[in-house]
């Protein structure tokens, strides 16, 4: 099995590491690419579409397994909406494969470049956290290897331990080898989408939990620049008979998003572009543009990819933060608590005149995994610009956020989050939740073989 010398870096390019690659192509490799990193002294980490914002597909100076070679979709039975597929599949893959029979992925990303095998290990949620919960909630069985190199099948009443633990745990457990879902049956390629304004947070989390119940999907977008202006995308599936052309709405050339700004310039180049805005003052002036857009309230149909996969409209979009790359910082408050926090969060960022250029905001409910991310309230994301002279000035801030967050009974997600500490992610899952996960990974990793540089930092 070639192994590569190589450095590898997170999403958002704030984070580097060297590290041996090497990618299987079957359970066998994997089990291999083990016994070699026993003989070796070395650690192995899991790595798919490299899409974590963190260090979770890091291993500084160990071996990174990449999966994403193996990315078979090894059966699909559009008779009951079942697909089993390799950990490599993306979710590109995945919805390109079930669209055409009226079927699509129930949880996906902002992106469809994500694998599920890294979908499952972050317990991934979509717009409809609320109604669907995570990614996890529709795994039928999974198989894996485990570092001692025992195959487990694992479903919610077989193995179960495993099941609720290893989706969700980070792939510090084993590694995926084939992933079973269940998918949701659709009647239109189109979704029919209401946007309205909102003029402060407070506004804001109101209309999301007061209009959630009503819809399959709800998210908002944030000025997190002036504090407070916004706007809200709630979105239902179209029932049966609602869509006079089914069959040509649901083609997938009537998905693709273009690869083309009007048709002339290519998307790809659109970046270099962006870059002399990305600072303050230019996505202040963005931000307003936007807000100013949305005060028109309108409800419109929309293509299912280009409403779930917006970080997919502009490739490579995140180099325009520059060569210091972005932090993404995502925090899930209780309803109770989240305006009071948010407004103490977002008040700190304007203080110390590191502002965050973007916010996301999404309805949640909690689930049964065992590092779940989830409460029922709700979440805010938020993209800061890396700099040299600013790096240290925002971590000392993030880790103030991660403060005011635990104290009003927050959690984080560890798809994201690239500063926080093994005292704070103590605090939010609690001894017994990561006592329960240590001893886990005992019995599956007995020589404590997996490890990322994620795992290292949350869990010394």
């Known amino acids: 099995m070639q192994k590569t010398f190589t450095q590898l870096e997170n999403f958002g390019h704030s984070l580097k590491a060297p590290s041996y690659l090497i990618k299987p192509q079957n359970a066998e490799d994997i089990y291999e690419a083990f016994r070699f990193a026993k003989k070796m002294g070395l650690t192995v980490a899991a790595r798919g579409g490299g899409r974590s914002y ?13 999966t994403s070679g193996m990315n078979k979709i090894l059966s699909w039975e559009p008779a009951t909406g079942q697909v089993r597929c390799e950990p490599g599949v993306t979710l590109e893959q995945l919805w390109q494969k079930v669209l055409p029979d009226s079927w699509w992925p129930p949880v996906v990303s902002g992106t469809m470049k994500t694998t599920l095998g890294g979908c499952l ?23 894996a290897v485990l570092p001692t190199g025992a195959e487990v099948i694992c479903s919610p009443k077989k193995n ?17 080898t084939s992933i079973t879902l269940q998918m949701k049956k659709v009647y239109s390629g189109l979704l029919e989408v209401h946007a309205w304004p909102t003029r402060n947070l407070k506004e804001h989390l109101a209309l999301i939990e007061d209009n959630a119940p009503s819809y399959d999907y709800i998210v908002g977008w944030l000025d997190t ?43 790809s180049l659109l970046h270099y572009f962006m870059t002399p805005f990305v600072n303050d003052l230019g996505w202040w002036g963005v931000n307003t543009a936007k807000y100013i857009a949305s005060l028109r309230r309108h409800t419109f149909r929309q293509p299912h990819a280009a409403f779930h996969f917006l970080l997919d409209y502009v490739p490579d979009w995140e180099r325009s933060m520059g060569r210091g790359g972005l932090i993404q910082y995502q925090s899930f408050l209780p309803k109770e608590t989240a305006l009071q926090a948010w407004t103490e969060v977002l008040a700190l960022t304007k203080k110390q005149g590191l ?47 991660d403060k005011i967050v635990l104290a009003n009974g927050g959690r984080f997600y560890f798809a994201k989050n690239s500063e926080t500490t093994a005292e704070t992610a103590l605090a939010f899952y609690g001894q017994e939740t990561v006592d329960k996960f240590k001893k886990l990974k005992k019995r599956c990793d007995p020589n404590g073989l997996l490890e990322s540089d994620l795992y290292r930092r949350i869990f010394g």
């Open 54 to 66: 963190n260090d979770a597909a890091l291993n500084g100076g160990g071996i990174v397994l990449d």
């Open 355 to 401: 502002p965050s250029y973007l916010g996301v905001t999404k309805r949640h409910r909690p689930d049964n995994f065992l590092l779940t991310h989830a409460t029922d309230g709700f979440s805010l994301a938020m993209d800061f610009k890396v700099t040299d002279a600013r790096r240290a000035r925002l971590r000392s801030m993030l880790l103030e956020c």
């Open 225 to 267: 620049i002036t504090i407070g202006h916004g706007q809200i995308h709630a979105t239902n599936y179209l029932h049966e008979g609602d869509d006079p052309n089914p069959q040509e709405t649901i083609k997938l050339e009537n998905q693709n998003l273009p690869g083309r700004l009007f048709g002339v310039m290519p998307k």
């Open 121 to 143: 290990a972050a317990n991934i949620h979509g717009k409809n956290n609320f109604k669907m919960g995570p990614i996890g909630d529709h795994v039928v069985e999974f198989t």
């Open 160 to 176: 179960g331990d495993l099941f609720y633990s290893m989706i969700s745990g980070l792939g510090m457990l084993g590694i995926f």
